[in-house]
């Protein structure tokens, strides 16, 4: 059996979910793997978090260099969220030779060129399954599509925390704060929920997923972006009424030589798809050259899909190493 050591960067929501599950199906991952998982350190601002978070007292620490100077840590798994210190941190992760695994959209949307760049250089495996779609296996199944298609659109639902409160609203007539507090209160939203109803956190995701499409670097900044705060309940009742709903859609289209991408909230008619996405769960439609339309759904936002999705690349990064990397160039 070998062992692999695992330091997680942040130990919120989403990173004491990685421990937790660890603890509870450790063995069985184990048996299915042959790999054990060992979470040597956990990195948080207040290293009560760490203990709280099952970890033994002598895993915690405040700082990033015992981690990067721990010979055993093979795997860094980032939860922080933010673009900084998190970026410096991946970065720093792989050019100390430690696999990166990653469910930071904004760090990776805004730095993706740079730090495919890194790992590539140092023969690192960067991998990021749980930054968009959380518990939906997107990456590996556009890693799969993309090997022989071209994708020439992409649209979908992919954040989790809008979804939520949208579904709220029209099914159940709650108001848009309870709604989100409600969204909070499941570990949906992000610290700042900002990111989610304005439309920030779906931005990045898109960028992500056109980055990997188009083979070069799509900056967040490029995308044209409008959130849900400027919807209605009355225009969000009236499209039920209607037989649809608002959505948050985030699209990327392939048109006359260059990308178009938007996140914007729209009424989506009820012989779409994607008007029946509801709650936390999330779809994304792929059209490819060759198979066609491909749609990916299921949970996109929580602590136990989103910790499924880290462990799940940790495993990979381990067996795959830098053979997973994508081809991203710098050029946006
Ligand atoms: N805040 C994000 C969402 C979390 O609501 O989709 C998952 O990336």
Request: glycine share 10%.
């Amino acid at each position: 059996m070998q062992t692999v050591g695992v330091a997680l960067l942040g130990v919120g929501t989403v990173g004491s979910a990685v421990a937790k599950t660890l603890q509870d199906k450790g063995d069985e991952l184990a048996r299915r793997t042959g790999l054990r998982i060992d979470v040597r350190w956990g990195m948080a601002r207040h290293p009560e978090r760490v203990v709280a978070a099952g970890l033994p007292e002598h895993a915690a620490t405040t700082s990033i260099d015992p981690i990067l100077e721990d010979p055993d840590v093979v795997v860094v798994v980032e939860a922080l969220g933010g673009e900084e210190p998190a970026a410096t941190y991946l970065k720093r992760a792989l050019l100390a030779g430690k696999h990166v695994v990653t469910a930071n959209k904004e760090a990776l949307s805004k730095h993706f060129a740079e730090l495919v760049a890194v790992a590539r250089e140092r023969q690192r495996a960067l991998l990021f399954e749980a930054s968009v779609g959380a518990g939906i296996p997107l990456m590996a199944s556009l890693r799969q599509l993309l090997s022989v298609n071209r994708v020439e659109r992409i649209r979908g639902i992919v954040n989790g925390t809008t979804n939520f409160i949208l579904t709220m609203m029209a099914e159940e007539g709650v108001a848009y704060h309870d709604a989100l507090r409600e969204a909070q209160r499941r570990g949906y939203a992000e610290p700042d929920p900002t990111a989610d109803v304005e439309g920030f956190d779906a931005a990045y995701k898109l960028s992500i997923l056109a980055s990997l499409v188009a083979g070069r670097h799509i900056h967040p900044e490029r995308i044209d972006r409008r959130g849900i705060t400027s919807v209605t309940p009355d225009q969000i009742l009236d499209a039920r009424t209607r037989g649809g709903a608002v959505k948050l859609i985030a699209e990327a289209v392939y048109k006359n030589g260059d990308w178009e991408l938007r996140v914007h909230p729209v009424f989506v008619s009820g012989n779409d798809l994607l008007a029946h996405v509801r709650l936390n769960l999330n779809a994304i439609e792929l059209t490819c050259d060759r198979v066609g339309t491909v749609v990916l759904y299921g949970p996109g936002a929580g602590p136990a899909p989103t910790a499924a999705a880290l462990i799940a690349d940790v495993i990979d990064a381990v067996r795959f190493g830098p053979a997973l990397l994508p081809r991203i160039d710098p050029a946006g």
